[in-house]
């Protein structure tokens, strides 16, 4: 318990500390964006400035933000699959939306975010919902499911992914809010792909599994639906749809069909810590692209 509770924590943190590196290199790439076009318009040559700013983002994506971002959020992507297969789901998931919290903190120092007293109130309440979770919670369930649910969650993610996708192009209101909320529900399956694999599966006998394939879907997928959604309106809205849908149903998967429980006795103390971390992520959900 106590290893998978720390797994969960690292995934947090280098999730959460990887926004704000990436969110560092997209502002030196917007920088010399500017430099370069300033430059290109000097120039009056419209190919030579679109060399330009191509040279400029090639050279900002080799920079150590950018690597450094992308190489956290691998880290952390492990330190998940390791803390779900130690622990229930509900508290790996709380643990990861609470990476905003990290994200609001670390991009006080870094990027120079500052933090209303609303929002240092919602890292305190993030924090003491882990710690709740991490006392009230069980070990994991023994359910692992059959053929028949791997293929199911396969199927589920290539249906969100798709119809996310399918359905946030046609609209023009809420769009944010639609693809954020697939994204999170891509997410949750992703975790619940993690947790269906077979505890003596063999790195050959990947291949062969049908939620090996659902982890690559839903989690590729996820992340695209997310960056539309991104772009698509407000951050805050597409962030808290994110975190609700990608805590609330796999928490409760969890518990319902693979026997995930909490310590006799503390299963209204579990409910409070995940709320905390939920809310608390929802309110901090600003920081889902730390600008």
């Not at 590196?21 to 370069?36: D, K, N, P, S």
């Not at 509900?90 to 975010?113: N, R």
């Not at 975790?191 to 050959?204: G, H």
């Not at 810590?273 to 692209?289: I, Q, Y």
């Amino acid at each position: 318990m106590v290893a998978g509770v720390a797994w969960a924590l690292c995934a947090a943190v280098c999730m959460g500390t990887a926004t704000v590196l990436q969110a560092l290199g997209a502002r030196r790439t917007a920088a010399a964006e500017g430099v370069g076009g300033a430059a290109g318009a000097t120039g009056a040559e419209g190919a030579g400035a679109a060399r330009g700013r191509g040279r400029t983002v090639v050279e900002v994506l080799r920079g150590w933000p950018f690597l450094a971002g992308a190489g956290l959020d691998t880290l952390g992507f492990g330190a998940q699959v390791v803390a779900l297969r130690l622990v229930p789901l509900f508290l790996v998931e709380a643990a990861v939306a609470s990476s905003l919290a990290v994200t609001a903190v670390v991009g006080t120092a870094v990027l120079g975010l500052r933090l209303r007293w609303a929002e240092w109130g919602a890292v305190a309440v993030v924090c003491l919902g882990l710690a709740t979770l991490a006392v009230a919670a069980g070990r994991e369930g023994d359910g692992h499911g059959g053929t028949g649910l791997r293929v199911a969650v396969l199927v589920a993610s290539v249906l969100v992914v798709a119809g996310g996708w399918a359905v946030g192009g046609r609209l023009r209101r809420g769009r944010a809010v639609v693809l954020g909320a697939a994204a999170g529900l891509s997410f949750g399956l992703t975790a619940i792909a993690v947790r269906l694999l077979p505890e003596d599966v063999t790195v050959l006998g990947v291949p062969a599994q049908p939620a090996a394939y659902a982890v690559v879907v839903s989690g590729l997928g996820g992340y695209l639906l997310l960056v539309q959604a991104l772009q698509s309106g407000s951050v805050t809205a597409a962030t808290a749809a994110m975190v609700i849908c990608e805590t609330v149903w796999p928490g409760v998967f969890g518990v319902a069909w693979l026997g995930d429980s909490t310590r006799d006795g503390y299963a209204w103390l579990a409910v409070l810590g995940f709320a905390g971390c939920v809310g608390g992520g929802v309110a901090l959900a600003r920081f889902g692209e730390a600008e």
